[in-house]
């Protein structure tokens, strides 16, 4: 699946039914980074995204690339020579 062959996904805008909701889930099973972008609260294209938040508190709100950067580091790295 492609949440497997990336190092985490991001979910911008996904409405309720979405497959790349699907993906979510399945890097979060995995324990891959799953981070959300969501659009207005009054859009439906935004739906899923908000229910994934919702839902998935190992799912993360992003708002810049910063952001997703930050998510894509691995915790308890060392630093070599460290």
């Known amino acids: 699946m492609l949440a497997a062959v990336s190092a985490g996904t991001v979910l911008v805008e996904a409405p309720p039914k979405a497959s790349s909701l699907q ?43 910063d952001d997703v950067l930050t998510g894509l580091t691995i915790p308890n790295a060392t630093t070599p020579g460290k």
Do not use: F, K, N, Y
Request: with cysteine; hydrophobic share 40%.
């Open 23 to 65: 993906v979510l889930r399945h890097a979060i099973t995995i324990d891959r980074p799953a981070m959300v972008v969501p659009g207005p609260v009054t859009s439906v294209l935004s739906t899923g995204c908000h229910q994934a938040l919702r839902q998935h508190r190992e799912a993360r709100l992003v708002t810049s690339i």
